[in-house]
């Protein structure tokens, strides 16, 4: 069993960044592939980013290209989600998620996920 953190959330004005965190705990995450995914209220939860075991490759949501950017750091044990540029719209529950490096392909299903770190951007 794999669990995850995550942390960074706050209260940003729009145009502004945050950084959220995602460490799972007693494991290493060099073998794992690790997603973002949000949930605003009232909407289905949606796939913000992915990055691969290795680091390798990065996948984005249309409406988070240019402005997020998933990163994993395997010396810290941790993937980062920057996001700038944001806008209320972004507002949301963020939650990590990760799957085993044998598990990194097709469709984007995870096995382990976070409790989630809110988001709030104000206009």
């Known amino acids: 069993q794999v669990q995850l953190v995550e942390s960074g959330g706050g209260l940003v004005q729009a145009g502004g960044s945050l950084r959220l965190s995602c460490a799972p705990s007693?494991?290493?995450?060099?073998?794992?592939?690790v997603g973002w995914f949000r949930q605003a209220p009232g909407k289905e939860r949606e796939l913000v980013a992915h990055i691969s075991w290795s680091g390798g490759s990065t996948y984005y949501a249309d409406s988070m290209k240019g402005r997020f950017t998933i990163s994993k750091d395997n010396a810290k044990n941790t993937v980062y989600l920057q996001m700038n540029s944001l806008k209320p719209e972004d507002t949301a529950v963020y939650y990590c998620?990760?799957?085993?490096?044998?598990?990194?392909?097709?469709?984007?299903?995870?096995?382990?996920w976070g409790q989630g770190t809110q988001v709030t951007v104000s206009s």
């Open positions: 998620a990760a799957r085993p490096y044998y598990r990194d392909y097709g469709s984007y299903e995870y096995d382990y």
């Open positions: 007693g494991r290493t995450f060099s073998n794992y592939a």
